[in-house]
């Protein structure tokens, strides 16, 4: 499978080096507008093609998949025409700046009888797909909450707001790992330095009571990927910055007891053992690259298609205009 | 100075512990409705009287002041009649369930010119102090944003939600610590299991687009207590469950750099080095009792008076109004 | 069980605090040497009789048990005269300064049927409890090693180097996790500053290939209390600064397998899941304590008798034979 | 400068991208005895000449140096060969397997005035750059002691022990940070699989007071990368698993006071603030290889040179000795 890679600027590096090694895949040309993303490119990559015009590895006949690895606004434009000229799509999270893109984008697809995946990377770490599982398996019973922290300093984009940038992770997970679909939608935030918010908080109501809490940050002087997952039974931490033990699954649950005066409590807590799974091991991208080579190959839907992709779009869509408000509840 | 001390639940035991070996100051008697923690009381200081009738001890004649350590919906009535009966008051946080009870009570006290004292003990530790210090000197610059994680299992109370619970400590700090008062807030939030939220989310806008964060969860399987404080010359972090460097400075910010083409950042980041400065050592509620017994005894005002208590219930009740709601902007 | 207490210092409140509120134990007498103990023993204890010569509580008639919590070099005199005067004793650790000295007093006390417990703490803590089962029921196979650190910064002792300080800890708890004793003990270590050791290093050779490493120092910025123990099947290791997870297991260990080729590896290891055991909560000394009264009560040895004291001994006395020549290996 | 690269197995790999894209630098050929070495060497450099013959490699006309990284005990036969050849010589630690080895080769690479460097990595890391800096600025003052601890599950080697693996890291950087040789050494530890020691501990003794000690493990279920360094004005932890702030200094010290009673302690000690300072960044094989070439082409003699490489192996034969006793005092 011949493999267009467009954009070679933080992410396209990681993509260009897997396509490279994988079995079943090879990259043909590497494109990129700016001069110094092509001097690297070539550099480490003498007997690839590398270009500044995307639209000619769009219409390379050689080409089979297009990897579109550059910024939001570049991708409905660059998906469409890949589509149109016959190639299968990976594309880099978000998926598309809007619901109507992403919805034409799918169609076009359907119709073209062509793939496309969204890099939604973290669904294929080991830590996800253990807690996926966890989840799936009952052993921490009805969801309670999903919060997750992922901050850092830095990284700034200068075409999205931190939640654009930052949220897509924790969406495309969440949307994974929770049964059913958010109905509403409540975000913060401020912006301090160019116009877009480089703090942003988003909750997102779930039915059954199920709540979700996401905190991103581009000015925190310490880097946080930390999601807490409550439970009935049991309740997990996952922590993405351990170099060992990054998902840790407590024992811990709540009993409710009845009332006995007016100053004690009503709630009691039970605690027991921690447990750290072994987690499966080897790069993510890698293996989503893998799996978009199969999907490919045997003409099967990836679990990451264009339709989760847009279903992450609605989400920050409807966060957007809850942010415009200051905080609004937007029903989704 | 001759207190009594309505209330000998969780916090009772330490106030009365403190107030017993300060200088200046002696526990008369502890009023509780609880048998049990009439027992403990009792064992724990023989020579101390022990009720269960929290009138008689507002009554008594022997006593200048009370220490009312019981629960939020006591506050109102308990503290009018201390007032009413010529005693200061220390009471504790939130001082009041809603803004009207908290301004009759200011009222009152100062009608009678006495002092009341709302229990914001965070203010007295050696970090909170140290890092009022670092804003006030200019070593944070201007700030960014306050974002606070105060989570944790169990300590459910019946009679008010997490927010109301935890919350306070943040919002007495952020009062101490961000100069002027918050213009919105937006809180979010569920409740899974007695109808109080055990998971919630505060926003608050404060003026100069300064913006603080609170996140606060009784069914956390991990304790956190962490808060980040943004400026524009320095960044800091506050972990209050480290043994030592509870508060760590970051020579980290952020530089507007003209921007270079399509796919280049616009903002870089500046990294120095780290310090943690050595923090005042003593139990934060010694001190603020010490204050307090000084306060009375020179007839001067406390910091943390009934005002600070107020502004902390203005906030709790804006963002009760915001939550009902499932998340909206509600102005101070 | 009427006790007197000999030495209000660090230790000494702790062990009257517990006796005071246990059940079946009652405090009649503190003795201490300096005069602010007495005065801090008094302003605690305002109904225990407090006095500054120990010779008293020895001889008194009411005293049933004497708790000796004073420097080493007194243990040996204070527990002979405890004895002779027919009382039971519980003494500091290390339980005296010599070999001679131990194996007299267990002699002694045997001759009169009195109980001698040596106050071995951790033995009673939930960590060493739970590590001693996970040994006994072959969780971690046949043992590899024992490796402790055990350093801060201060609390020097003018009587006795960092050895005989803080070895004993581990001295004990290995005496009562691996079976076997010591055959040969080796330990280096260095005096900076007033003319015994602040910084040691021990080894201990034990039957079957087991050795066991002890790290203590004085002179350490930060404190550590952690202990690997390596074992066929698994490992674990014991951080007891850790507020939760005090004790994590590994199923982790290593398998030797065929070699391939001259730079290829000749051992493989394997890694599995990690497993934090909930610990028994509960002040170990009151435990201790408790256990000391019952053993008394029913006449009963208890399992840290001055037998187990004085195998700690001996090793510390062979260690000082090593140190003292800057490292060899002395067979116990 | 024209190199040869013998060795790819886990080292040689990094060893090799470094010279590839240094400036200055080139490779020519890459030898393994290994065939599976060999095929990953290509697959990843289609250019260079793999091969499995390291003689034809030194013989060559065109290569001007050689990196040697395969085991120790081919180290001397290679570099010996090398040398011989008229090549300059970049060789893995230790040195070599002993000290009439190494002395030979230093001689023989000053008669054909070749530079030798030993491959010290972490000499040339930001961390130990700094470390160096503030004991020669006099930051920490006097030296007291270098304590270290080099765990983790692993990475055997079948002709060597865990001291000849892994503390040749801790020898080299004590080598390059404490002032003066170290006069004495005591090892012990155990080997429970295959002969060799897998658990060891390493005590030395320097002029002036100054003890070092290095514990390594290759049964340890965590991997542990950590150094105190205690001097009479601050002390220092450097975590090199720590992702920022590797390096904490202390402003933490010992003063002596005088006695004030039996029961009293005779030492206070002094506490400050913390300080973490940013370190250089940049993969320290990447500069160590620079200097490499620098050196070669300037004529000048790297610190890190045979000499500084044989003094490691001194320590390390005196070790071994010491060993064999099961833990005497070595003279060096």
Request: hydrophobic share 40%; glycine share 8%.
């Amino acid at each position: 499978m011949n493999f267009g890679v467009i954009g070679y600027g933080y992410w396209g590096p990681n993509v260009v080096r897997n396509l490279v090694s994988l079995e079943g895949s090879k990259v043909l040309a590497i494109a990129d507008v700016t001069q110094t993303a092509r001097v690297r490119a070539q550099k480490a990559y003498p007997g690839i093609k590398v270009i500044s015009d995307a639209s000619e590895v769009i219409a390379s006949t050689d080409v089979d998949a297009v990897a579109i690895v550059s910024p939001v606004w570049t991708h409905y434009k660059l998906t469409k025409a890949a589509l149109e000229n016959g190639k299968h799509v990976f594309v880099e999270k978000p998926f598309t700046s809007n619901t109507e893109q992403g919805e034409e984008l799918i169609n076009l697809a359907q119709q073209k009888n062509l793939k496309i995946m969204v890099d939604h990377t973290f669904l294929f770490t080991g830590a996800v797909k253990r807690i996926s599982q966890l989840i799936k398996e009952g052993t921490l019973g009805k969801l309670y909450y999903y919060d997750s922290t992922r901050v850092n300093l830095g990284l700034f984009q200068h075409d999205i707001n931190v939640l654009w940038d930052l949220a897509p992770h924790d969406l495309s997970i969440m949307d994974y790992l929770i049964e059913g679909s958010p109905e509403a939608v409540v975000a913060t935030g401020q912006s301090h330095l160019n116009g877009h918010e480089d703090v942003a908080f988003m909750t997102l109501y779930f039915p059954e009571k199920v709540i979700a809490h996401i905190n991103v940050n581009w000015l925190s002087p310490v880097k946080v990927r930390t999601t807490l997952i409550g439970g009935e039974k049991r309740m997990l931490v996952w922590n993405d910055l351990e170099a060992d033990e990054k998902v840790k699954v407590y024992d811990k649950g709540v009993k409710i007891t009845s009332r006995e005066g007016v100053y004690e409590l009503l709630v009691n807590y039970r605690s027991g053992d921690m447990w750290s799974p072994q987690l499966e091991q080897g790069e993510a991208l890698r293996q989503e690259l893998s799996c978009f080579v199969d999907c490919v190959s045997h003409n099967q839907e990836p679990f990451n298609d264009g339709c989760a992709g847009l279903r992450v779009v609605k989400m920050l869509e409807s966060a957007s205009k809850s942010l415009s408000k200051g905080g609004s509840l937007v029903y989704l």
